[in-house]
Nanobody, 110 residues
């Protein structure tokens, strides 16, 4: 099973992007789905996670601007990104339990 992330690109500060991640086939029983990011020269960090029970967790730096959503029936997880800042520039990786996508680049220009 592979995860495919899409939706990255170049956007101006204050703009929006929506990242999407889909599994190559339906997977039952996924608990945690999430998005992580890695900026140049930095370690990978948590952006947002969502549990099967409905709990969500966000990095302090993105609270109020980014929203995670999931569709268990389709085995997808999305990240709506609003009010983007240059410091949001990174490669974004989706995660479903032990599975990782390849990443999609988000570049926010000032």
């Amino acid at each position: 099973v592979q995860l495919q992330a899409s939706g990255g690109g170049l956007v101006q500060a204050g703009g929006s992007l929506r990242l999407s991640c889909a599994a190559s086939r339906r997977i039952f029983g996924i608990n945690a789905m999430g998005w992580y990011r890695q900026a140049p020269g930095k370690q990978r960090e948590l952006v947002a996670t969502s549990t099967r029970g409905g709990s969500t967790n966000y990095a302090d730096s993105v609270k109020g601007r980014l929203t995670i959503s999931r569709d268990n029936a389709k085995t997808t997880v999305d990240l709506q990104m609003n009010s983007l800042k240059p410091e949001d520039t990174a490669v974004y990786y989706c995660n479903m339990d032990a599975l990782w996508g390849r990443g999609t680049l988000v570049t926010v220009s000032s």
